[in-house]
């Protein structure tokens, strides 16, 4: 299975930038980033194909952040730009070998880092 390891994040203020990173190891057919609120579901923002680097984002995020990969370093990267305190949460990346699943579902996934945390101050 997809081995992943998110790091990049930390305190911003709002309106600032930050840029994630996930490390992988093993096979992926599509990857995606989500992240988590206290109280809140998990929510997906955006999907990179690990071959054709073909992306989709969802609409909370989309002209904010972009998700690109660079296969040459088994990394996956979201940056992230005017950041605001709504978008304060765990941010998780995710992997599927398998096609066919919902996107933009966490259920797709069965492999996920640990997280890394982003703080946004407003």
């Known amino acids: 299975q997809v081995q992943l390891m998110e790091s990049g994040g930390g305190s911003v203020q709002a309106g600032g930038s930050l840029t994630l990173s996930c490390t992988a190891s093993?096979?992926?057919?599509?990857m995606a980033w989500f992240r988590q609120a206290p109280g809140k579901e998990r929510e997906g923002l955006a999907i990179?194909?690990?071959?054709?680097?073909?992306?989709a984002y969802a609409d909370s995020v989309k002209g904010r952040f972009t998700i690109s990969q660079d296969n040459s370093k088994n990394t996956m990267y979201l940056q992230m730009n005017n950041l605001k305190p709504e978008d304060t949460a765990m941010y998780y990346c995710?992997?599927?070998?398998?096609?066919?699943?919902?996107?933009?579902?966490?259920?797709?996934?069965?492999?996920w880092g640990p997280g890394t945390q982003v703080t946004v101050s407003s």
């Open positions: 995710a992997a599927t070998p398998d096609q066919g699943g919902r996107r933009f579902s966490y259920t797709t996934y069965p492999s």
């Open positions: 093993g096979y992926r057919y599509l």
């Open positions: 990179i194909y690990a071959r054709g680097d073909s992306t």
